[in-house]
């Protein structure tokens, strides 16, 4: 592991930890606007409030995928770690998809949270949800295309040959060949399945009013908090 992948994987940690404290903040935040009502102030200066408080929610988010894109580019061999973060629970690692949650999700989450909404909502959700949907085949069908290229018989040979009997001439440039493509690929499906995931709940945000998207907001906040939280209980009793 070089000394670049190794830095860049401690430094996103430790950016990952500062973000969740954070994190933790608009969650409070998000918490106390959705129990506020246009009855306690001024309509429009609610609706206003409400919508700061979305656009700051959704910069947050954002900050965390950009940072973890940065990171992700200089990993190297560290490039697997994001598959499987040791920052994330035992519980969390069950349910990644491509290294973090499955983008249609939202479409969940949105249905727990908001029970108010228009016939032209619900239309123009359920035509994101088949998108979102169509776009998630592309990413798995474009991860697997690269997951593919490295199990071909030459590289698989090759790859049976390390501690046996050695490798013959050419091989191990094969093999390393074969593991800078997995990476690569590796990287490239990780990007396209984050910015997926940050479209989708964005294109979501659009189609609600602000106070329907506190809701929403608040939702998957408190879910990553939760699932982050495991994770600190299960370091606590090892």
Known sequence: MSNTASSSHQ???SF???????????????????????DETNSITLEEEQQSLVTQFLSHCLQYYQEKYAAVSIAGD??????CPPWFSSYAKLILWVGDFKPSLIFKLTDA?????????????SCLRSETR????EVMRDFALVQQSV?????????RRV??????DGEESDLEEAMEVLKSGMAAAMNNADQLRCSTVGKVVEILTPSQAIKVLRTIGELHLRLR???????DHQ
Not at 151 to 159: I, K, N, T
Not at 163 to 168: D, I, L
Request: proline share 3%; glycine share 4%; charged share 25%.
């Open 229 to 235: 939280e495991l994770n600190v209980v299960e370091r």
């Open 113 to 125: 949270s908001v029970d108010d909404l228009t016939s032209h909502q619900r239309d123009r959700i």
């Open 163 to 168: 501690g046996v009997v050695g490798m013959v």
């Open 151 to 159: 199990a071909d018989p030459p590289v698989m040979l090759a790859a």
């Open 78 to 83: 560290n490039v697997f770690t994001f598959f």
């Open 134 to 137: 169509r776009k998630e085949r």
């Open 11 to 13: 430094s996103f940690t």
């Open 16 to 38: 990952a930890n500062g973000w969740l404290n954070r994190h933790r903040y608009f969650v409070e935040q998000l918490m106390c606007a959705s129990s506020s009502s246009s």
